[in-house]
Nanobody, 124 residues
């Protein structure tokens, strides 16, 4: 049974940094892409960042490019999202997904297992 568990969210002031973590278990972690998506109140879930199975290819939404870094440690079955210079508009529940394939994707339909999310709140 695949499990995906996020951690690291919290309440921070604008300009601060947070590092989200996501641990996945139940299948060979190093074979699958991982991704972060977020959903703000009243809005649809949106892509944030994704990383392929090897960690060599990463993709970012324009809204976070230059402020966020996705990385993975296949030995620890964990993916990270380092977020810097946080803005109030980054406030959302952040979800981690494990991909159906090794390639990274912007498309949430290419992720088949999801965590329950971790709340990130950025105050102005």
């Amino acid at each position: 049974q695949v499990q995906v568990v996020e951690s690291g969210g919290g309440l921070v002031q604008a300009g601060a940094s947070l590092r989200l973590s996501c641990a996945a278990s139940g299948r060979t972690f190093s074979r699958y892409a991982m991704g972060w998506f977020r959903q703000a109140p009243g809005k649809e879930r949106e892509f944030v960042a994704a990383i392929d199975y090897s960690g060599q290819n990463t993709y970012y939404a324009d809204s976070v490019k230059g402020r966020c870094t996705i990385s993975r440690d296949n030995a620890k079955n964990t993916v990270y999202l380092q977020m810097n210079s946080l803005r109030p508009e980054d406030t959302a529940v952040y979800y981690c997904g494990q991909g159906r394939y090794g390639r990274a994707s912007y498309d949430h339909t290419e992720f088949d297992y999801w965590g329950r999310g971790t709340q990130v709140t950025v105050s102005s």
